[in-house]
Structures are given as structure tokens and as C-alpha cells.
């Protein structure tokens, strides 16, 4: 049985384009990849929209386990996505499927969860601005009662694949949240952090 992984965030953050990219490197078996290519789908975000009018259940497979995403409120891993280009939203309930108040609850249930930094190369991968919205983040969760040495944050850039499944030679200064600072710990990609 798949393990469960919801991605949450406010609107335009790049959710699909996060689960298009994951599906299409590790979930689209060579059938599926011609089909894709008959109906003409191209973008990641595509893909996570023929999937949901065809009745298929986005899922896709890292070494060591298989997710499907879902919507429930219990997922076993959860990936929340901020826009580094607009970071004032982070946490704040917008996401169309939950609201502001059964967000904190939707957070501390997920046994995994991984915090991305989105659209990093709309500003130039700023090491600095990416320190500035993982504390600030790191902040509202703590006040929530988290752990941050359980929370991996990961800069990314969904449209183009950065730290998605390899390390992006454009943060090589990336560095892991512990404790709301930031120390020199091995970098994580997103299905890294998803598949330990």
C-alpha cells in the first residue's frame, strides 16, 4: 500500500507543477508516456490535470516507497510549498482545501514533513532570502509546537527540477533548519527527504 503525501500552499505556489514533475520521473511507465504524448501534454501541471479527468490516481515510486497523493487531512508525509518570489503567505490557510483553522491540525499530523522554498530561481537563488523565509517560517511553526530538527526544508525550483531529484548546482550553499538556525548538514533533495 502507497504511503499517503498531500502537498499544500497557497494558490499559484507551483503544487501541480511539484507533483507533474515527480510523476513524470518516477511514476509514468512507458504506456502512459505515449499517451501523454498523443494528447498533446507537455507542462508538469498537465499531466496532474489529465490524471484527475481520467480517474487516475497520482502516485509515483521512489526507491524505497510508493505514494499517492492525496487530500485527506492525515497524510503520512506532507509537503508545504512557499513562493519565495511572494513569501507574506506562508502559512496562512489559503490553501482551497482546508481552512486556517484545521491547517495546524492537518500540520501535526503528517509524520513527515518537508517544507520547499518554490520558485527560488525567480530570485536568483538568493541564499539570504532563502535564510530569511525558512526563519520566518521556522518561527510560526515553532509557535505551533513543532520540532524544527524534524522539519527538512529544501530550496527548490518545481518547473525546472532543481533539488527535486538531484542537487541543483545553484544552491550550493544549501544548508538543513535544526533548531531554527541553519548548520552545515547534508543537503536533501525532495525525494531524499521523502524516502527516509
Known amino acids: 500500500m502507497p504511503e499517503t503525501v498531500r502537498v499544500m500552499g497557497v ?3 507551483g503544487k501541480a507543477t511539484l507533483m507533474g514533475n515527480l510523476i513524470y520521473k518516477c511514476g509514468l511507465d512507458l504506456r502512459m508516456m505515449e499517451q501523454l504524448q498523443r494528447e ?3 507542462a508538469y501541471s498537465g499531466l496532474v490535470k489529465y490524471y484527475k479527468t481520467q480517474g487516475i490516481s497520482p502516485s509515483f515510486k521512489t526507491r524505497n516507497h510508493s505514494f499517492a497523493f492525496t487530500d485527506i487531512n492525515t497524510p503520512e508525509c506532507l509537503i508545504y510549498m512557499i513562493d519565495a518570489s511572494n513569501p507574506a503567505q506562508m502559512l496562512d490557510g489559503s490553501d482551497k482545501a482546508v481552512d486556517a483553522t484545521s491547517l495546524a ?3 501535526k ?3 513527515n514533513l518537508i ?3 518554490n520558485k527560488m530561481d525567480e530570485i536568483s537563488w538568493s541564499e ?4 530569511d523565509i525558512v526563519k520566518a517560517f521556522g518561527a510560526q511553526l515553532k509557535e505551533l509546537g513543532f520540532d524544527l530538527r524534524k522539519v527538512k526544508t529544501i530550496p527548490i525550483s518545481a518547473l525546472h527540477g532543481d533539488n527535486i531529484l538531484d542537487p541543483s548546482s545553484k544552491s550550493p550553499w544549501y ?3 535544526a533548531e531554527g538556525s541553519l548548520e552545515k ?3 536533501w533533495t525532495v525525494i531524499q527527504a521523502m524516502d527516509e
Do not use: Q
Not at 128 to 131: E, R, T
Open 109 to 111: 499530523k503528517a509524520k
Open 105 to 107: 491540525d492537518v500540520l
Open 40 to 42: 498533446n501534454i507537455s
Open 185 to 187: 548538514e547534508p543537503s
Open 11 to 13: 494558490p499559484h505556489v
Open 175 to 177: 544548508k538543513e533548519l
Open 115 to 117: 517544507v520547499l522554498v
Open 128 to 131: 539570504k532570502k532563502y535564510i
